[in-house]
């Protein structure tokens, strides 16, 4: 490759979709960044448009075509020949036949394809042809790529790809591939570096994190990996995503032993409907769930419980809704992503026949907000009257002069910004905040003492 065709050439990445995508984002700028590529913030100022992809759903899906399509009517780009590139999880399920709808595009390039991307950006500036690489193989060289982190205090560390599980609705093993771990290591070496250059907060990431280990060494191995990632030094682990049916006791007693460990977990549900689950593949009961969330407040009481849930997967009767409504009440989560069913063509939810009305589901969508509304505010009126610590990310974005961050159990925290004290101290930094608002969606209160 004639990568210094690159040097000096700005670039603009636009994500769409999961951590996984966000991550995956960092690496492509990294790359970038060290073949001499500066990073802009709006597309029109920018040689290169970079989108990473989402399919998850069909909103995520259709977004794609209005986003390269506006890209026709930008100004000159700054070195009067701009390329498009399209990455991510459509450009792996589609690959070339994106070409067709899309005439503008120059450049794709699959999940399992990211270390190439500035090959392929270097050849279609020289040749001004199309260049596109999805192989259907985890790239081995993905995790060895540089990688350009958003903030300076968090980081997302990846411990493996793929998923092995095939629930019925979705998508993600067809355009992520099988699961495959990062040597452990790897990872623990990779958190110590990373505390060295003075991050605070790491996100553990993975389809289904409780898996990790299985096909390295047989068995999982998360709970020996939180524990080892807990001898570090960093000061706040936070992983996602979990699934139910693999969340082993032995991960619970090591949430609750390494004192890292936020008290925050992510346990998608789905559905509260035995019958509902099994028609997803999830592999477990709404029972099942309940106990697991028994056993786990049992052991580390008062932790925050989130969920991702699904309204009118194909076939869900109004006595199967009742009991994911009825679940979510016993549950009482901190907070959920409600989605409404998205047909994915390919996956086996697709192919069954669903007469529910649209307005009956949006009825249903909409009594299932209303009660992780009552439980998410009755979870952070918990807080009230106490000393939380935050770790600040910023401002509000409705106002510059209140920090904006988040306390142990993941809740968005607020607190002026002491007059004329400068916002750059206080980032990646630590306060304590009397809290003595508790809204759904956020805490707030008053500065006890400085960043630490
Ligand atoms: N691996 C994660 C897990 O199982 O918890 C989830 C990953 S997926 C990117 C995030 C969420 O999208 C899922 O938990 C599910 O609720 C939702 N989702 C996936 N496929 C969907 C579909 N076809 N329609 C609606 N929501 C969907
Ligand atoms: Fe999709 Fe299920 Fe895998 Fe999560 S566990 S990514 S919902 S197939
Ligand atoms: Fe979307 Fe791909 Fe993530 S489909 S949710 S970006 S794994």
């Known amino acids: 490759m004639n990568s210094s065709i690159l040097s000096g050439k700005t670039y603009f990445i636009r994500t769409f979709g999961c951590q996984m995508n966000l991550h995956d984002s960092e690496r492509v700028s990294g790359l970038l960044d060290s073949l001499g590529c500066l990073e802009v913030g709006e597309p029109s100022d920018a040689d290169i448009v970079i989108f990473m992809t989402c399919c998850v759903r069909e909103a995520a899906d259709t977004r794609l075509y209005g986003q390269c399509s506006s890209c026709k009517s930008l ?11 399209v990455g991510g999880c459509i450009a792996q399920r589609d690959g070339e036949g ?47 790529m540089p ?6 205090f968090h980081s997302w560390v990846p411990i493996m790809t793929g998923c092995n599980n095939f629930c019925s609705y979705c998508i993600v093993p067809y355009v992520r591939g099988r699961e495959k771990s990062r040597p452990f290591e790897q990872i623990v070496d990779e958190v110590a570096g990373l505390v060295r250059s003075d991050v605070r907060e790491i996100t553990l990431l993975g389809q289904n994190v409780n898996s990790y280990g299985r096909d390295i060494f047989g068995k999982p191995r998360f709970a020996d990996l939180l524990r080892a990632v807990g001898e570090t030094g960093i000061e706040r682990i936070r992983f996602t995503s979990s699934h139910p049916k693999d969340l082993l006791p032995e991960t619970i007693n090591a949430m609750a032993d390494v004192p890292a460990v936020m008290p925050h977990l992510h346990l998608a549900v789905q559905s509260g409907s035995t019958r509902v689950l099994k028609e997803m593949n999830r592999r477990y009961t709404r029972e099942q769930y309940i106990d697991l969330v028994r056993s786990i407040r049992e052991k580390i009481p008062g932790i925050a419980l989130t969920t991702d849930i699904i309204v009118g997967f194909p076939g869900e009767t109004e006595e199967d809704f009742l009991q994911t409504l009825s679940l979510a009440e016993e549950v009482r989560y901190a907070q959920a992503f409600t989605f409404i069913y998205s047909k994915r063509e390919g996956t086996p939810a697709a192919m069954i026949d669903d007469p529910t009305p649209h307005d009956v589901i949006l009825d249903r969508f909409n009594r299932l907000v209303s009660v992780i509304e009552t439980t998410a ?7 009230l009257h106490t000393t939380v610590p935050a770790l600040i990310e910023g401002t509000s974005k409705k106002d510059d002069c209140m920090l904006q961050g988040k306390s142990p159990w993941n809740q968005t925290v607020h607190a002026p910004l002491p007059e004329g004290a400068d916002i750059d101290s206080y980032i990646g930094k630590i306060v304590d905040v009397d809290v003595d608002v508790a809204k759904t969606w956020y805490l707030s209160g008053s500065l006890v003492g400085g960043p630490r």
């Open 377 to 383: 505010h009755e979870f952070n009126q918990g807080q």
């Open 147 to 152: 990688w350009h982190r958003a903030t300076t």
């Open 75 to 85: 100004p000159k780009s700054p070195s009067g020949r701009r390329v498009i590139a």
């Open 98 to 144: 994106l070409l067709t709808n899309l005439d503008n595009v120059d450049v794709i390039f699959g999940t399992h394809s990211i270390a190439h991307v500035g090959e392929l950006i270097a050849q279609a500036f020289e040749d001004g042809d199309h260049h596109v690489r999805c192989e259907e193989i985890e790239d081995k060289g993905a995790t060895s």
